[in-house]
């Protein structure tokens, strides 16, 4: 699964990473060893002295905070597979699940909590069945995917990032949508 798609969408994680951490830097990023090789159920977690802080799954989206907002209705969409194995690992490791979009036009990070640290889904989300992008490879599928909503997710910048003038109001390092 090396294809030039798919080294983007590691460029952009990166850039995520980035972000996130100018925000938090007293924390650390832990990676699965086989990421980069094959299909994780986690992308990585955070931990702070040794101490699981929260279970991560990344995104890349190439729309703008501007569109999520207005043209998508601030709802994601994820394969819902993803949510479903999120909620069990977090279950199982008693660590909350977050999920980190970033929005590649305005460089920045849209942080959404998915669950509680009991494993227990908290994003308010909406699930529909049909033919979606199987994916970043490209194809279709029939799967069920999630809509979640971005509603009371945090956005994350990097210090030198700035925000096109329509978002003024969100300069601030972070801030909710």
């Known amino acids: 699964m090396t294809t030039d798609a798919v080294d983007k969408t590691f460029e952009y994680e990166q850039r995520t990473l980035d972000i996130w951490f100018s925000a938090f830097p007293v924390y650390t990023w832990v990676e699965p060893l086989k990421k980069r090789t094959s299909t994780s159920i986690i992308d990585g977690m955070v931990t702070h002295n040794g101490e699981w802080i929260m279970l991560v799954e990344q995104k890349t989206r190439n729309i703008s905070l ?85 509603a009371k997710s945090r956005i994350l910048t990097h210090p030198q990032t700035e925000l096109r003038p329509q978002n003024q109001t969100d300069t601030n390092h972070d801030s909710e949508l």
């Open 66 to 150: 501007d569109d999520l907002q207005n043209k998508y209705g601030n709802e994601l969409l994820v394969n819902y597979d993803k949510i479903v194995n999120l909620c069990k690992v977090s279950k199982q490791l008693q660590t909350r699940a977050i999920m980190w979009t970033y929005l590649v036009p305005d460089d920045v990070v849209i942080e959404t909590m998915l669950t509680s640290a009991r494993g227990n889904l908290t994003a308010n989300i909406r699930t529909e069945y049909g033919g979606f992008q199987r994916s970043a490879n490209g194809g279709l599928e029939d799967k069920s995917v999630a809509y979640i909503s971005c």
